[in-house]
C-alpha cells in the first residue's frame, strides 16, 4: 500500500489524561484504548504488572496499546484493572527505497509524527542520528517537557549527538565500548516500539533500502525498556549474560511476535532453525553477509526444493569475508544496484514468519554487537506488505 501496510482499522489516538489522589481503599475499574493515557500521582507502593509503564518517584504513567488486555494491579493498598477494550492494528510498516521517494517522505513523515504524539519519554537505542528534521523533533519534545534519554554509538559522535549530550532537557550518553552498539529502536510511552533496520540519517531515511515497523504493545516494549535500561543506567554493553526480558512470545490481534537481542541470545540459531524448518520459500534481503552457516543452510533449503531468493549489498559483496563468491551459483543470489546502501536485514519464511532488526548475518552481530530483532509471525497482511517489496525490488534488481 503507499506508504504503509495498516491493519483492520484507522488508528485512532485519543488523548486521556486522568489523574487520581485517593485515601480510601477503593476498587477502579478503567476502560481504555489505544492510545489512551493514565497518570497515578501519591504512590506509595506498587504491585502487579503494567507492562510499559513509566515509574518514577511517586507516580505511574500508562499508555494503552492496541492489544486488548486486562492488567491487575495494586496501588496504596486499592485494587487497579486496567481494560483495554479494543483490538486494533498490530503494527504498521513502511519501506524506503531509491525508487519511490514520495512514500519515503510519507514514511518519514509518519515518524516524526508518532514522535509529536509523545506525552511522557521517548527512550532511544540508536546506532546513528545525523537528521536535522529528527534532531529538531527531538529537541522539541523535550522543551515540552517529555523525558528524552539516548543511547548511541560513541564512533557515530557527530555534531547532531554532541548538541544533544550538551542540552540539559535530554539525556544522551555513549556507549563508550570498542564493540558497536547497533541497535535502532525508539520507545514512546511504553506502548510503541519503532524498529527495523533505519538509521536515523539522512541517507537512512531517505535513500537506503530500509523497513521502518511501527509496533503497538506494552509487552513488547517492556521488553525493549529492559534491555535500554541496561545499557543507559548499568551501561552493560555486549555480552552481559542471559536475556532479562520478561515476555516470550507476544499474543496480539492478528500477529504473534517475539523479541531479540543479541549477543545474550544466540540469534543465529534461531535463523538457522526457521530456513532449516521452511518448506515452501525463503526470501532474503541482508546488507551485510559473511556468515557461511546461513549462507550453507540457504544453499540446503534450495537442493530441497525451497524457493530460494537473496538480495546482498553490491559494496559488501566485494569484501573478502563476504559469502557472495562462494554461493552465488548455490542458490538465486543478486546484488543490488542503489548507488547508496542495500540496508535491510530481513527474512522472509513460508509465507509466515517475518524476522526483521538490526542484525547483519556477521560474527560481530553473533558474538559482539548489541543488535535487536522481532520476529512477527502469522499476520498474512503484514507479509504480503514484505513480500511486495521484495518482489519489486528483486525485479528491479534483476534486470
Not at 534532531?135 to 534519554?149: C, H, P, R, S, W
Request: aromatic residues 14%.
Amino acid at each position: 500500500m503507499n506508504g504503509g501496510c495498516k491493519m483492520k482499522k484507522k488508528l485512532l489516538i485519543i488523548l486521556l489524561m486522568i489523574v487520581l489522589t485517593v485515601v480510601l481503599s477503593v476498587n477502579f475499574n478503567l476502560n481504555m484504548d489505544l492510545g489512551d493515557s493514565i497518570n497515578i500521582a501519591d504512590v506509595e507502593s506498587f504491585e502487579g504488572e503494567l507492562p510499559g509503564s513509566y515509574m518514577n518517584d511517586d507516580e505511574i504513567y500508562f499508555r494503552a496499546d492496541g492489544s486488548k488486555s486486562v492488567y491487575s494491579f495494586k496501588i496504596n493498598d486499592m485494587d487497579f484493572e486496567i481494560n483495554i477494550r479494543n483490538a486494533t492494528e498490530d503494527a504498521t510498516v513502511f519501506f524506503i527505497n531509491e525508487f519511490k521517494k514520495e512514500r519515503n517522505e510519507k514514511a518519514f513523515n509518519y515518524l516524526l509524527n508518532e514522535i509529536e504524539k509523545a506525552e511522557k519519554y521517548i527512550y532511544m537505542s540508536l546506532y546513528d542520528i545525523d537528521n536535522e528534521y529528527f534532531y529538531n523533533q527531538t529537541l522539541k519534545k523535550a522543551d515540552e517537557g517529555v523525558d528524552i534519554k539516548i543511547v548511541t554509538e560513541e564512533d557515530n559522535k557527530n555534531n547532531y549527538s554532541e548538541k544533544l549530550v550538551k542540552n540539559e532537557k535530554i539525556e544522551l550518553i555513549y556507549d563508550g565500548n570498542y564493540r558497536l552498539m547497533h541497535n535502532k529502536f525508539i520507545i514512546i510511552d511504553g506502548y510503541l516500539l519503532i524498529t527495523g533496520s533505519t538509521n536515523m540519517s539522512d541517507n537512512g531515511l531517505n535513500y537506503n533500502n530500509n523497513n521502518l515497523v511501527f509496533i503497538y504493545n506494552n509487552e513488547i516494549t517492556e521488553n525493549y525498556m529492559l534491555e535500554f535500561r541496561e545499557q543507559f543506567y548499568d551501561k552493560e554493553f555486549g555480552k552481559k549474560g542471559e536475556s532479562e526480558k520478561v515476555y516470550k512470545k507476544i499474543k496480539l490481534k492478528n500477529s504473534e511476535i517475539s523479541t531479540f537481542f543479541t549477543p545474550d541470545e544466540d540469534y543465529q540459531k534461531v535463523i538457522l532453525d526457521y530456513i532449516n524448518n521452511a518448506e515452501k520459500e525463503v526470501k532474503v534481503m541482508i546488507f551485510t553477509f559473511t556468515d557461511s552457516n546461513i549462507a550453507q543452510a540457504l544453499a540446503d533449503a534450495y537442493n530441497r526444493g525451497v524457493d530460494v531468493k537473496v538480495i546482498t549489498e553490491t559494496f559488501q559483496s566485494g569484501s573478502r569475508w563476504s559469502v557472495y563468491g562462494d554461493f552465488q551459483n548455490k542458490f538465486p543470489f543478486i546484488l543490488d544496484k542503489n548507488n547508496k546502501t542495500f540496508h535491510h536485514k530481513l527474512l522472509l519464511i513460508d509465507d509466515k514468519h517475518i524476522l526483521t532488526g538490526s542484525y547483519n548475518f556477521t560474527k560481530s552481530a553473533l558474538e559482539n554487537n548489541d543488535e535487536n530483532a522481532v520476529i512477527i509471525s502469522n499476520n498474512e497482511e503484514f507479509y504480503k506488505a514484505y513480500e511486495n517489496e521484495f518482489d519489486f525490488l528483486w525485479e528491479k534488481y534483476s534486470k
